[in-house]
C-alpha cells in the first residue's frame, strides 16, 4: 500500500471524507468494546448447498460451504468498502486489500494445537480464488507448525511475564501511533477486514463474538452449524435448511443504513452464489 500523506498508515490510507457523527464517535466511545454492534443473518441455504453439491460432482472439493461463505464475505466487503474500515487513535482507515482471518486446529481433539492466521484477497477474486487460498493456508495450519503470527504467540507465550506484557504493551503503542509491528502484522488476524469462525464444522451454535480492543479488526462473523426449520414456500410450511451468521461489528466504521445495506448484498450473493464465479469489477463499488 502506497501512502499518500503523513497521516495514512502501511494497512491503511486515512479518511478525510468523514460525516460529522462518525468522525465524532471514537472521542465519547474510545474502545471498540464500547462500539460493537452484534446482528444474526439467517441464511436460507437451499441454493448454497444444491451449488456445493453440484460442485463437487463436477469438479470434487474445489468449493466448500465454508470457502463459498468466506467468498461472499469477501465479495460484499469489495461492494462495500466501508466495511474494510478501522478506527485506530481516534483515526478511521481505510483497507485496499481484503484479509480473512480464520483459525484452525490440528486435530478434532480438546488438546490440539489451535493456530491463527489471516488470508489476503484482492478486490477482484472469485470463489475460486478465495477457496484455493483459504484451503492452502488451513492444510499449512493443520499440520501443526508454527508459522505467521503463531510464531510470534508461542516465542512470547513461554516468555517471563514481564516481558510478554511490556512487548504487547509496545506493540500496541505502536499500533495506536500508526506504526504497527509490520512483520507481525502482515500474517495477525486481529489485524484483518474479517475474522470468521466456523463453528457449523464443530456443530457448535454461533456465539455473539467480541471484537478485540488490541489490533484493526472491527468485523467478526461466526457460522453456525446447517439446521432444517420450517419455512413458508408457496403458501406451505416446509423444512428447510438455514445456516446462521452472527456478525459483530465496530458502530463507527458505518452507519445502520449502510450496514443492512451489506447485510442485503451478503443474502443475495448466497442466495445465488453462481455469482461468485465471476471475477469483481471495482466500477461496481457503491460508496
Known sequence: ???????????????????????????????????????TVSIDA??????IAEKKATEGNV?????????????????????NRFVKGYRTYQREKIEVGHI?????????VRMIHKTPFGPEADVFDVSNGMMRDIKEMKNGDSFGSNKFISKFGRSPRFYTKLMCRLSDFLDRHGRPPKAYMETDPFHSSVFVSNLGSIKCIPPLHHLS?????????????????????????????????V?????????????????RTLRELLDDPRVLEERYLPKDVTL
Do not use: C, W
Not at 437451499?46 to 451449488?51: A, H, V
Not at 456478525?247 to 447485510?263: E, P, W
Open 104 to 112: 484452525a486446529m490440528a486435530s478434532m481433539d480438546e488438546d490440539s
Open 247 to 263: 456478525l459483530t461489528l465496530d458502530d463507527a466504521i458505518a452507519d445502520g443504513f449502510y450496514f443492512s445495506n451489506a447485510v
Open 213 to 245: 480492543e488490541y489490533g484493526t479488526n472491527s468485523f467478526f462473523v461466526s457460522i453456525g452449524p446447517v439446521e432444517n426449520r420450517p419455512a413458508v414456500v408457496d403458501g406451505e410450511v416446509v423444512a428447510r435448511p438455514f445456516i446462521d451468521l
Open 1 to 39: 500500500m502506497k501512502k499518500k500523506n503523513r497521516r495514512d498508515r502501511d494497512d491503511g490510507i486515512f479518511v478525510e471524507e468523514l460525516n460529522d457523527f462518525n468522525r465524532f464517535i471514537p472521542f465519547i466511545t474510545p474502545s471498540r468494546i464500547e462500539r460493537q454492534v452484534y446482528g
Open 46 to 51: 437451499t441454493n448454497l448447498l444444491e451449488y
Open 63 to 83: 468449493v466448500t460451504l465454508y470457502t463459498t461463505i468466506v467468498a461472499a464475505l469477501v465479495r460484499m466487503i469489495a461492494i462495500k468498502p466501508h466495511m
